[in-house]
């Protein structure tokens, strides 16, 4: 049940675009097992962003969009907000378990 | 609207048992299966049990596999997280999650979360 491999920080000036990636194996990601992505703010419970690697849940901003290339998922944030300071999680799944990325802490500078 | 709604969280001393619920409303909730999701204080997020809709599949992580016991009651729309043999690391939120709609394990509604605290 190994995490997924998430960058610890990342940060970008308000308007521009970042990209978080999540690092799997072929086991999970480069499996084709979906992978799903939560914001989570402080104090607060996660709120899924994207799913099935690219798909968002109604009423989710367009600005946020996700992608997959081999053994790596990204998340995508264009026109970047305050309000997208957050913890950033990606998930997917085995056989016998769901596996997390061990988040993202995005800073808004 | 969706809700789920925690309850059974507290302080216990290592060894203790605790037992978790969940009230579900605003969806069929024998129509999905549900999990527990964890997260320590300052931590990440860390799966702990899936159950399948009709309670006929689960599954457990490594670390509380033989401890806790996940069930449900599609009657009474509810989840449950029985947790015995307590442990220090097991002191965490616990979230009850549900699964998606999506071709994925997707977690598409979260509850606010029960803070589960076992020390002596």
């Known amino acids: 049940q190994s995490a997924l491999t998430q960058p610890a920080s990342v940060s970008g000036s308000p308007g521009h675009s970042i990209t978080i990636s999540c690092t799997g194996t072929?086991?999970?990601?480069?499996?084709?097992?979906?992978v799903s992505w939560y914001q989570q703010h402080p104090g607060k419970a996660p709120k899924l962003i994207i799913y099935?690697?690219?798909d968002r849940p109604s009423g989710v901003s367009n600005r946020f969009s996700g992608s997959k290339s081999g053994n790596t998922a990204s998340l995508i944030i264009s026109g970047l907000q305050s309000e997208d300071e957050a913890d950033y999680y990606c998930?997917?799944?085995?056989?016998?378990?769901?596996?997390f990325g061990g988040g993202t802490k995005l800073s808004v500078l | 609207e969706v809700q789920l709604v925690e309850s059974g969280g507290g302080s216990v001393q290592p060894g203790g048992s605790l037992r978790l619920s969940c009230g579900a409303s605003?969806?069929?909730?024998?129509?999905?299966?549900m999990h527990w999701v964890r997260q320590a204080p300052g931590k990440g997020l860390v799966w702990v049990s899936r159950?399948?809709?009709?309670?006929?599949?689960?599954l457990y992580a490594d670390s509380v596999r033989g401890r806790f016991t996940i069930s449900r009651d599609n009657a009474k729309n509810t989840l449950y997280l029985q947790m015995n043999s307590l442990r220090a690391e097991d002191t965490a939120v616990y979230y009850c999650?549900?699964?998606?709609?999506?071709?994925?394990?997707?977690?598409?509604?979260w509850g606010q979360g029960t803070l589960v605290s076992v020390s002596s």
């Open positions: 999650v549900r699964d998606g709609v999506g071709r994925g394990h997707d977690l598409d509604y």
């Open positions: 605003g969806f069929t909730f024998s129509g999905h299966w």
């Open positions: 159950i399948k809709n009709d309670g006929s599949t689960i």
């Open positions: 072929s086991s999970d990601v480069g499996a084709d097992h979906y």
């Open positions: 099935d690697f690219s």
């Open positions: 998930s997917s799944y085995t056989t016998n378990s769901i596996i």
